[in-house]
């Protein structure tokens, strides 16, 4: 039964001022017992004056209890104190709908429910109290914490296809002892996947250490490795473990490895074949028990045959590959990952900014993230530096968000976020068709005048020769 | 023979001068210590939002010993055990009756609480 229906039922059962333990006769009576949202009036003094069977199985107080109570000692939502749609209504005098909170029931449970609320009035038309349903919402949330998991493992979120492929291969990779190669561009989330792989295995106890080998020069990269032993070189004053040893029963994380030199590449090698090294000074090897993931965004193969990259240890550490997708190809996942950045920093600065607009958003959809999802976090970072409430708008995005491809002409945002979707369409569309136009309007579904009538309206600018000509000249 | 209470701090979770529906979203509590069954001292502070933890530390380093309030997740209900802090929950009514009535009957509130169709967790701290 429709919310604004019931609260109509509730109004006639109300008028017909029936005392509140009569036994239950009227037609309007027996709906509101058998329906099973939560029903209950209250009079002008916020007591209650009817509460419905549903209520009390959803709040686990008898209407023996309920009734004459104020409400919110009985109802004990989330809401009561500072966003009371109930009070909202008798101010007004408008009816509200579908606001989203939780009761405390009497057990202590949090039940998700949705709330409606409109005012009762006498036959004069003055305002005698008001009436609030309430739906349980646990089986709904319950269902999304459901799909939502599909969407999760550990820190990754993700709707794309290529990242089921990823979540659905990782707990057998976790639970492996074999190498694993992470393969993806800058801000693709490397070291949360080798994070997410150590969690997942039987090491997650030990400790993950992570290092990034395109940071440190060779010789400081060595030591930090393996270690040395005091006297090693000038300044060696007492043994220092290295990275292997801190990793000692747990994950050690190589971040960059195409950065390596060749003669380190020949050490690490050697480790990941005999388990063993010397730290630096040592005449001893010492037994490692680490896992290694190692991580890069350089084309390793291509490496390899260029002769810059050691073939052996190419194959070595490319035992199990993991390749992750630039948020470009997987932009159904910006919502998602927007709304869990949205959480962590309302989380860290105890703000409650709850989410961004659909114009922002758009915005956000239509941009092509060279710096992949750490870009994005960059830029939900910045909007909660200058958003205090609400939602987040076009307005607190980076410029180079906003002015891209943006007319100068005082339209709205909605209009701009429209325009810097159409633009991007356009422009992949036509990139991905060697600017041929006939074979980009086709992509689009668009007539090839109607695409030349955007291309100029939005100032794209094209090549002198598009990919039809192009295709004629090697012909 | 004189019922004496030991010396206690007791938090009173209060929204406009009742106790507050809901702990887990109350924004002040009001800080009595009691001596000999006496209140020596009454202050009123606001509760920042956060996390179960956050909240439980908050009263724990002010020292408070049991928490009156209204409902109470079972969670933040066990974070606050944790902690060390007694929670009489579901107590409903006026910040200054329950007081009363806690200074004269201890943790039972008689007539201030509201009894459940199912059973309650009332008295965490037994």
């Known amino acids: 039964m429709p919310n ?6 509730i109004a006639v059962a109300t008028k017909m001022k029936k005392k509140v333990h009569s036994v239950i006769t009227t037609p309007t009576e027996i709906i509101l017992e058998s329906i099973s949202d939560g029903v209950f009036t209250i009079d002008s003094q916020w007591h209650i004056t009817s509460f419905n069977r549903a209520a009390e199985e959803i709040t686990g107080i008898s209407r023996k209890e309920a009734i004459g109570r104020g409400c919110c000692d009985v109802f004990r939502s989330s809401m009561c104190e500072t966003e009371c749609s109930l009070k909202r209504s008798m101010e007004t005098g408008k009816p509200y709908i ?24 006498d036959a004069k038309g003055r305002v005698i109290g008001g009436a609030e349903t309430f739906r349980d919402l646990s089986d709904v949330e319950a269902l999304r914490r459901e799909l939502e998991g599909r969407f999760r493992v550990g820190d990754l979120v993700s709707r794309s296809p290529l990242m089921q492929k990823v979540f659905e291969a990782l707990p057998a990779i976790a639970a492996s002892p074999s190498t694993v190669l992470i393969l993806g561009d800058t801000g693709t989330g490397k070291e949360v996947v080798a994070k997410t792989i150590h969690s997942l295995s039987p090491r997650q106890k030990g400790p993950f250490i992570a290092v990034n080998c395109g940071a440190l020069p060779d010789t400081l990269l060595e030591s930090e490795l393996f270690g040395y032993k005091k006297g090693a070189f000038t300044g060696a004053h007492k043994d220092k473990p290295g990275r292997f040893a801190m990793a000692s029963g747990g994950t050690l994380f190589l971040d960059e490895i195409g950065e390596v030199s060749s003669a380190l590449q020949v050490r690490l090698l050697r480790v990941l074949q ?31 045959r260029k002769g810059l990259f050691r073939e052996d240890l190419y194959y070595r550490i490319n035992v199990v590959r993991v390749e992750l997708p630039p ?26 900014i709850q989410g961004f607009s659909a114009e922002a958003l758009s915005l956000l959809m239509a941009h092509d993230w060279p710096g992949n999802v750490r870009e994005l976090e960059n830029v939900v970072e910045r909007a909660f530096v200058i958003c205090n409430e609400g939602f987040v708008e076009i307005a607190h995005l980076p410029e180079e968000l906003t002015t891209r491809g943006v007319s100068k002409r005082g339209s709205s945002h909605l209009e701009d976020a429209h325009h810097m979707i159409d633009l991007q369409s356009l422009r992949v569309a036509l990139d991905r068709n060697n600017f041929n136009r006939e074979a980009a309007a086709k992509e689009l579904g668009i007539h090839k005048t109607t695409l030349f009538r955007r291309i100029k309206k ?11 000509s192009r295709r004629r000249t090697k012909q | 023979m004189e019922l004496s209470l030991p010396d206690e701090i007791i938090a009173f979770a209060v929204w406009n001068n009742r106790i507050a529906p809901v702990f887990d979203v109350a924004h002040r509590v009001c800080i009595v210590n009691v001596e000999s069954g006496r209140v020596i001292g009454e202050r009123e502070i606001s509760l920042e939002k956060g996390t179960n933890s956050q909240r439980a ?6 020292g408070v010993h049991t928490l009156v309030c209204g409902a109470i997740s079972r969670q933040l209900l066990a974070t606050m055990k944790a902690y060390g802090i007694d929670v009489v929950s579901s107590v409903a009514g006026e910040c200054d009756e329950v007081l009363q009535a806690y200074l004269t009957g201890g943790v039972e509130l008689q007539g201030f609480s509201i009894p459940a169709l199912r059973r309650s967790h009332r ?4």
Do not use: C, H, M
Not at chain 1, 332 to 342: G, H, R, S, T, Y
């Open chain 1, 4 to 9: 604004s229906q019931l609260l109509y039922w």
């Open chain 1, 98 to 121: 579908g606001k989203s909170g939780y009761i405390i029931d009497a057990d202590g449970e949090r039940i998700p429910i949705s709330v409606s609320t409109a005012v009762l009035r």
């Open chain 1, 274 to 304: 005999e388990r063993t090294y010397e730290p630096l000074g040592s005449t001893r090897s010492e037994a490692t028990d680490v896992r290694v993931i190692a991580a890069t965004k350089t084309d390793l193969a291509q490496q390899t």
């Open chain 1, 327 to 352: 948020l470009r190809k997987r932009k159904e996942d910006i919502p998602l990952l927007v709304q869990k950045f949205v959480d962590r920093f309302n989380r860290l600065q105890r703000k409650t």
């Open chain 1, 458 to 468: 939005l100032g794209i600018e094209l090549p002198k020769r598009d990919g039809r």
């Open chain 2, 57 to 62: 530390l908050r009263l724990a380093e002010l």
């Open chain 2, 123 to 126: 008295k965490s701290s037994e």
